[in-house]
């Protein structure tokens, strides 16, 4: 951890940083994540959440935002939304994202070295100081932030919340550009920002099959779990690695019908002999897939479907393929295009490197943007660490310089 002071060429790298962030700024960014982590906040602690959102909205008070709380209700509680906005109310704003809650309970911060060692000071606390940091920066820069930015840090994100959900649909739809503060990750003396995300699908398979007697009458029964194997392996083989979709088989259940369909009464059946000479009439297969582009799931879903139509008809069996609707991806190479090469130019004029994920995994924020394809997203712009959802969680505080100028640099270009 202490790489950055060791290594010559880190010295270099982040000095300019340091040049470029007034020390009195720095002192107060720190201590407000120091802050703000010593509140326990995780997702569903109603009290502890509206401490942090009551901080929160006191310092962006103080940088001129008109900061309100909203109580919002959700099948967690009820619970606090804190939305800020700049003095324009525009028809499209400038939209930035964040969450408040944590995953563990606050255990007391501590500075270790280069970093704090607090519960939520990487996912997402030190995102949030960053961005009052770079507001304190503009400030002394005599700059001022875009006036129709619009911050919404939300109480539920760690558990897929609705208010989350909600809050990304309802302002998303009318955003310019989101600027997501989760963390970005470290990569040697690199760090990450998000500018992809893949998108998600889920689907299932129902087999219907004919059962016979597997010793009188083998070749009249027709296998509805060869066929659901053979799809299930000719559908995972559509996986590609790298930037590629990726199929996901989750579970594959056959048998005869009534074991399928009352799996939970008959699954004593399973290590016993009982039903082995059935040939097995019905089968279930589940799964997802996941993909950066939504004409790339569109295609994979058709061709998943149509190895479905080829298996009923290669094992004389019949199948029906259904699916869920579509979470939409973020497309590395999408509107948000720009917006990251202009941070990863802004972090290069400081002295740093910032390198760009194209094809960060799970459903975050920018997933439940109503049109992903129109609006320009940039994730990751919060520090990095290690530890995340751990009680070993800590953040990198030069990261957290490093980001305090390069929101404060991006903020000024908006
Ligand atoms: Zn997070």
Known sequence: MDRHVAEPTAIVHSLPVRQHLPEEVRERTQRLLEELCAI???????????????????????????????????????????????PRRAARSLLLIGHMD???????????????????????????????????????????????LLLAVVPDEEVSGAISERTMRELGGTARAVLVLEPGEARGE???????RRGMREWRLEVLGRASHAGLAYWDGRSALAAAARFSLDAAALSRPGAGPTI???????????????LRDRAELVGTTRQLNVVPDRAVVEGELRFLTL????????????IGDRVAAEFDV????????????????????????????????????????????G???????????????????????TGMHTPEERVSLTSLSRRTVLLADLLATL
Request: glycine fraction near 12%.
């Open 363 to 385: 459903i975050s924020f920018p997933n439940f943007l109503p049109c992903t394809v129109s609006v320009p997203v940039l994730d990751g712009l919060g520090p990095v660490g």
């Open 102 to 148: 944590t995953v563990l309970p606050a255990r007391s911060p501590q500075r270790e070295g280069d970093h704090l060692v607090a519960t939520g000071a990487l996912d997402m606390k030190g995102g949030l100081a960053a961005f009052v940091g770079a507001l304190d920066l503009l400030q002394a820069r005599g700059a001022s932030y875009p006036a129709d």
């Open 318 to 361: 019949t199948t029906s393929f259904t699916s869920g609707e579509a979470v939409s991806p973020v497309d590395p190479h999408g509107p948000g295009r720009d917006l990251a090469a202009r941070a990863v130019s802004l972090a290069a004029e400081r002295g740093w490197r910032l390198e760009v994920e194209e094809d960060r995994g």
């Open 295 to 306: 004409a790339e799931g569109d295609e994979v879903l058709a061709q998943l479907r149509s």
């Open 190 to 196: 690199a760090e990450t920002l998000v500018a992809g």
């Open 248 to 262: 996901n088989v989750a579970r594959l259940v056959a048998g005869s019908a009534d074991f399928v369909g009352q």
């Open 40 to 86: 326990s906040s995780p997702s569903g602690d109603a009290a502890g959440l509206r401490r942090v959102a009551h901080r929160l909205r006191e310092v962006l008070a103080a940088h001129g935002l008109a900061a309100e709380i909203r109580t919002e209700a959700s099948e967690n509680g009820d619970l606090p939304l804190l939305l800020a906005r700049g």
